[in-house]
């Protein structure tokens, strides 16, 4: 449901099941990821909707991108952590937790990454911060450097 800023319902549409997290770009298009109930699940789906484990929607609910793993790296089967900076979404998930940017044209690099099960990630610049587990403490979170060029 999108509600305007007098409170009103101003539409409506489903995201499907088994939602992880959902954030919203400036430019209003909506990223949704799902954990392993949306990406396997059947709650009367023929074929899951959150089956790519990674979705953008516009502002009206039609899907207009669907994440595809890069050469190197596996399919989403949970997608544990994601961020929405501006117009590139970053995300980590299971089976090999690589880190993987999209970018506002939606060209999808990876990298691989030595934690497993993050559950929250900050990027900035080639620096990246993820959190494992699901309660994050600070002794949890780990800093990484990665690579911007091939």
């Not at 101003?10 to 909506?30: A, H, K, P, S, Y």
């Not at 709650?43 to 669907?66: R, S, T, Y």
């Not at 993820?130 to 911007?148: K, L, P, Q, W, Y």
Request: glycine share 12%; net charge negative.
């Amino acid at each position: 449901m999108v509600y305007g800023p007098d409170g009103k319902l101003r539409r409506q549409f489903v995201l499907g099941d088994g939602i992880n997290g959902v954030q919203t770009t400036n430019e209003g298009m909506i990223w949704v990821s799902y954990c392993d109930e949306g990406v396997f699940g059947n709650f009367g789906w023929e074929k899951p909707l959150g089956a790519a484990g990674l979705l953008c929607f516009d502002c009206a609910g039609h899907i207009v991108w669907e994440f595809q793993p890069p050469d190197g790296v596996d399919a989403i089967a949970d997608c544990y952590a994601f961020n929405v900076c501006g117009d590139t979404v970053w995300t980590c998930y299971y089976t090999d937790f690589p880190l993987v940017r999209i970018d506002s044209r939606n060209q999808v690099r990876a990298w691989k990454n030595n934690v497993g099960g993050a559950s929250a990630l900050a990027v900035h610049a080639s620096t990246f911060s993820s959190g494992a587990g699901m309660e994050i403490s600070v002794r949890d979170v780990c800093c990484n450097t990665f690579r911007t060029k091939r």
